[in-house]
């Protein structure tokens, strides 16, 4: 009787512990800023009972649908609530969150980008999303189940499955998807369930055969072929509705290796099919005394935990108590196998697992193979990206005074101010030992209410980004109220001045230079948006923010800068609206997404081909908008070569110009869901570099120098 009242009394303990602790835990800022976007998003449902949109503390008050381990927020479930509107732009910041169901509601617009990285399920089902699936679920390595059926989704899906090894459960079905499976489907190598069905898909499904399927339903496609054999022993399997071809299959090709028996269901005694018994028909499982064992393992151990509890019961318990658990920062850089996979982007990037071997989470799996390279990789990049693993170390950067600067700004002399944007204006500094480097003094307007450890928090968020195209981190300041940054200075000054500023001394961008600056661009922003983890919307992408080097290499500079300024979406819309860089999405709406970054590319595309600004009053009114403007030519050669930089004196070739046009359509597209994302696009100009049949006649370089051959100009693009 008394032991029996001791483990009564040492569950009570535990449990009156562990719910004191999680009410008074305070919940993580992040993750209240995303819920609190969230629910402005959904219309501040009255559904949402304890949700607001002031902050609040939501796993201390009990948010509807929300659960919590100790001070992360770790489920979201609010399915069937007749929820409308969106699921807002900030839920990359709910990095301990491992279920989003959201299934049965109104939620329209695209399925936002910025998803949760750790999901393990996620449950869109029956609302009315449209668009594609984003491509940051591509990067959700622990997804397991993922269900978007009953939605209007639609178009071709990209092969952006190579990484979801551990997917069990997908369901696409009713929506209007199109063209064939993609190729990475056959890295599912966990599915066991696939539902398909009441979509729009064609070609063959030979893709599917070494899955592990258990349940498979394409019914009701456009599917064509011969249904193969291994897939014909799947128990639960549904194919009417489609075009299958009549008459027995051919043999497979010679040297096919033989089935390898996975959809044998006599292979699967003991698995999901037959979960209660054994081949022999044997019960397995774990017997009584197992079962026994392990509840007298739980009791000792909450014995245990109940002790230093109560021994620590005279002290106050906090959110500190609880001990967060690690998650990636800002701006993480991916796994060694998600980088890996991303090897056409930045071909001889030398990445050492090294780095990665304190993350318990890191698979390091040999990365499937890379089916869209299209290069050799020794030919285009010879600056390795160096990824650095996420942690709370101290940081790196140096830590300047403001006497420093003030000494090497020269008081931040307006003969040293090279720039200014809505953040703040940089100077130029030089140093006692003859270093060159550029200051930012970020506006007191633009971070009111920060204080100088968040600031310093986000200087360590941004020093993590590494990238040959992006700008590097050098220094910062946080002194007497003074937020400054200090970057590496680049001689030649941004893009814009070259393109629009340059006097008639001046010797003009190359075609071939402009080519290398686009794809120098194009790899820096699909650094931020498809190996950051995670992703990094600019929002200032322009021509002005892109600098050069003395070999004309382009940086990307103010990155990260716009997810930490209150407001920034908006202070980006009104900034870029006046300059034309702004999608119609975000002139419509102030928020800015990757889709909206990709836009602005295609706008500093079009410079880099036409010469003109994005936006200039004094023009008529039919071409005072660039985009507006140039969109209607981009797919006429003879208009094309009207609009090209007269400064070019016609030395480009004409097939690479059509390329280039090519790319700059997809960009600026108005629907931000056709838009492509960079990676796509970084593969489309190392294509254009590797098929341009280079002009023949003399082509000059910026120092005058002429080039008459072809391995000569190609050789200008190997960077």
Same mark, same amino acid.
């Given at each position: 009787?008394?032991?029996?009242?001791?483990?009564?009394?040492?569950?009570?303990?535990?449990?009156?512990?562990?719910?004191?602790?999680?009410?008074?835990?305070?919940?993580?800022?992040?993750?209240v800023?995303?819920?609190?976007?969230m629910?402005?998003s959904?219309?501040?449902?009255?559904?949402?009972?304890?949700?607001?949109?002031?902050?609040?503390?939501?796993?201390?008050q009990?948010?509807?649908?929300?659960?919590?381990?100790?001070?992360?927020?770790?489920?979201?479930? +609010?399915? *069937?609530?007749?929820?409308s &509107?969106?699921?807002? %732009?900030q839920? $990359?910041?709910?990095? #301990? /969150?491992?279920? =989003?169901d959201?299934s049965?509601?109104?939620?329209?617009?695209?399925?936002?980008?910025q998803?949760?990285?750790?999901?393990?399920r996620?449950? +869109?089902? *029956?609302?009315?999303?449209? &668009?594609?699936?984003? %491509?940051?679920? $591509?990067?959700?390595? #622990? /997804?397991?189940? =993922?269900?978007?059926?009953?939605?209007?989704?639609q178009?071709?899906?990209?092969?952006?499955?190579?990484?979801?090894?551990?997917?069990?459960? +997908?369901?696409?079905s009713?929506?209007?998807f199109?063209?064939?499976?993609?190729? $990475?489907?056959?890295?599912?190598?966990?599915?066991?369930?696939?539902?398909?069905?009441?979509?729009?898909?064609?070609?063959?499904i030979?893709?599917?055969?070494d899955?592990?399927?258990?349940? +498979?339903?394409?019914?009701?496609?456009?599917?064509?072929?011969?249904?193969?054999?291994?897939?014909?022993?799947?128990?639960?399997?549904?194919?009417?509705?489609?075009?299958?071809?009549?008459?027995?299959?051919?043999?497979?090709?010679?040297?096919?290796?033989?089935?390898?028996?996975?959809?044998?269901?006599?292979?699967?005694?003991?698995g999901?099919?037959?979960?209660?018994?054994?081949?022999?028909?044997?019960?397995?499982?774990?017997?009584?005394g197992?079962?026994?064992?392990?509840?007298?393992?739980?009791?000792?151990?909450?014995?245990?935990?109940?002790?230093?509890?109560?021994?620590?019961?005279?002290?106050?318990?906090s959110?500190?108590?609880v001990?967060?658990?690690?998650?990636?920062?800002?701006?993480?850089?991916?796994?060694?196998?998600?980088?890996?996979?991303?090897?056409?982007?930045?071909?001889?990037?030398?990445?050492?697992?090294?780095?990665?071997?304190?993350?318990?989470s890191?698979?390091?799996?040999?990365?499937?193979?890379d089916r869209?390279?299209?290069?050799?990789?020794?030919d285009?990049?010879?600056k390795?990206?160096?990824?650095?693993?996420?942690?709370?170390?101290?940081?790196?950067?140096?830590?300047?005074?403001?006497?420093?600067?003030?000494?090497?700004?020269?008081?931040?002399?307006?003969?040293?101010?090279?720039?200014?944007?809505?953040?703040?204006?940089?100077?130029?500094?030089?140093?006692?030992?003859?270093?060159?480097?550029?200051?930012?003094?970020?506006?007191?307007s633009?971070?009111?209410?920060?204080?100088?450890?968040?600031?310093?928090?986000?200087?360590a968020?941004?020093?993590?980004?590494?990238?040959?195209?992006v700008?590097?981190?050098?220094?910062?300041?946080?002194e007497?109220?003074?937020?400054?940054?200090?970057?590496?200075?680049?001689?030649?000054?941004?893009?814009?001045?070259?393109?629009h500023?340059?006097?008639?001394?001046?010797?003009?961008?190359?075609?071939?230079?402009?080519?290398?600056?686009?794809?120098?661009?194009?790899?820096?922003?699909?650094?931020?948006?498809?190996i950051?983890?995670?992703?990094v919307?600019?929002?200032?992408?322009?021509?002005?923010?892109?600098?050069?080097?003395?070999?004309?290499?382009?940086?990307?500079?103010?990155?990260?800068?716009?997810?930490?300024?209150?407001?920034?979406?908006?202070?980006?819309?009104?900034?870029?609206?006046?300059?034309?860089?702004s999608?119609?999405?975000?002139?419509?709406?102030g928020q800015?997404?990757?889709?909206s970054?990709?836009y602005?590319f295609?706008?500093?595309?079009l410079?880099?081909?036409?010469?003109?600004?994005?936006?200039?009053s004094?023009?008529?009114?039919?071409?005072?908008?660039?985009?507006?403007?140039a969109?209607?030519?981009?797919?006429?050669?003879?208009?094309?070569?009207?609009?090209?930089?007269?400064?070019?004196?016609?030395?480009?070739?004409?097939k690479?110009?059509?390329?280039?046009?090519?790319?700059?359509?997809l960009?600026?597209?108005?629907?931000?869901?056709?838009?492509?994302?960079m990676?796509?696009v970084?593969?489309?100009l190392?294509?254009?570099?590797?098929?341009?049949?280079m002009?023949?006649?003399?082509?000059?370089?910026e120092?005058g120098?002429?080039?008459?051959?072809?391995e000569a100009?190609?050789?200008?693009?190997?960077?």
């Amino acid at each position: 009787m008394e032991n029996k009242i001791w483990v009564l009394l040492i569950c009570c303990t535990i449990t009156t512990t562990l719910s004191t602790l999680c009410v008074n835990a305070a919940t993580d800022q992040a993750d209240v800023s995303a819920l609190t976007v969230m629910y402005s998003s959904l219309g501040a449902s009255p559904q949402l009972t304890g949700w607001t949109s002031n902050g609040g503390d939501p796993c201390g008050q009990s948010w509807k649908g929300i659960t919590c381990s100790g001070s992360a927020v770790t489920e979201i479930k +609010l399915s *069937g609530l007749g929820l409308s &509107g969106s699921l807002g %732009y900030q839920l $990359s910041s709910l990095t #301990s /969150l491992t279920n =989003l169901d959201v299934s049965s509601n109104n939620l329209g617009n695209q399925i936002p980008y910025q998803l949760p990285p750790n999901l393990q399920r996620l449950n +869109l089902a *029956g609302n009315s999303f449209t &668009g594609g699936i984003p %491509y940051s679920i $591509s990067l959700m390595a #622990s /997804l397991k189940y =993922l269900n978007l059926n009953h939605n209007q989704l639609q178009g071709q899906m990209g092969d952006m499955f190579g990484q979801l090894s551990a997917l069990t459960t +997908l369901d696409l079905s009713f929506n209007a998807f199109t063209g064939n499976l993609p190729e $990475s489907f056959a890295s599912l190598s966990s599915v066991t369930r696939m539902y398909l069905q009441n979509n729009q898909f064609t070609g063959p499904i030979d893709v599917l055969v070494d899955l592990p399927l258990e349940n +498979l339903n394409v019914a009701n496609n456009r599917f064509s072929g011969w249904i193969p054999e291994r897939l014909k022993r799947i128990n639960n399997l549904q194919t009417d509705g489609n075009s299958w071809t009549s008459g027995p299959a051919p043999p497979p090709p010679p040297g096919t290796p033989p089935s390898s028996g996975q959809n044998n269901p006599n292979r699967r005694s003991g698995g999901n099919s037959s979960p209660s018994a054994n081949g022999d028909g044997k019960k397995s499982g774990i017997g009584g005394g197992g079962v026994a064992g392990i509840v007298v393992s739980i009791l000792v151990v909450g014995a245990v935990l109940a002790f230093f509890l109560l021994k620590r019961k005279s002290r106050k318990h906090s959110s500190s108590d609880v001990e967060k658990p690690e998650i990636d920062r800002p701006f993480t850089p991916l796994a060694s196998n998600e980088v890996k996979e991303m090897k056409s982007i930045q071909p001889s990037a030398a990445i050492s697992t090294k780095t990665f071997e304190n993350s318990a989470s890191i698979n390091l799996r040999p990365p499937p193979v890379d089916r869209h390279k299209s290069f050799d990789e020794d030919d285009f990049s010879h600056k390795p990206v160096v990824v650095k693993k996420a942690n709370t170390a101290p940081i790196s950067t140096t830590a300047y005074s403001v006497a420093d600067l003030q000494m090497a700004t020269g008081s931040f002399s307006v003969d040293n101010l090279i720039g200014e944007g809505s953040i703040g204006r940089v100077y130029r500094a030089q140093f006692d030992d003859g270093k060159i480097l550029a200051v930012k003094k970020i506006h007191a307007s633009a971070l009111p209410n920060q204080s100088s450890e968040d600031f310093i928090e986000v200087v360590a968020d941004i020093s993590r980004l590494h990238h040959p195209n992006v700008t590097e981190l050098v220094g910062y300041c946080s002194e007497f109220g003074q937020n400054l940054l200090v970057y590496e200075f680049h001689k030649n000054g941004s893009l814009h001045d070259f393109l629009h500023l340059s006097d008639d001394y001046s010797n003009p961008l190359t075609w071939n230079t402009r080519v290398k600056i686009a794809l120098g661009s194009a790899r820096a922003l699909e650094y931020l948006h498809e190996i950051c983890s995670p992703s990094v919307v600019h929002k200032y992408f322009k021509s002005a923010n892109i600098l050069l080097d003395v070999e004309f290499n382009p940086h990307l500079s103010d990155c990260g800068l716009g997810s930490f300024v209150p407001n920034a979406d908006h202070q980006a819309s009104d900034q870029n609206s006046s300059s034309g860089y702004s999608a119609p999405e975000v002139a419509m709406s102030g928020q800015y997404t990757l889709k909206s970054d990709v836009y602005s590319f295609g706008v500093v595309m079009l410079e880099l081909l036409t010469g003109r600004k994005p936006f200039e009053s004094s023009r008529s009114r039919s071409e005072q908008s660039l985009v507006r403007w140039a969109s209607p030519q981009l797919h006429d050669i003879d208009s094309l070569a009207k609009m090209v930089d007269p400064a070019l004196k016609g030395l480009y070739p004409a097939k690479s110009l059509s390329r280039f046009a090519d790319v700059i359509a997809l960009c600026v597209q108005p629907e931000p869901e056709f838009r492509p994302p960079m990676s796509e696009v970084v593969q489309a100009l190392v294509r254009l570099v590797q098929r341009a049949n280079m002009s023949k006649r003399t082509v000059g370089d910026e120092q005058g120098t002429p080039r008459r051959t072809e391995e000569a100009d190609i050789q200008e693009y190997t960077f």
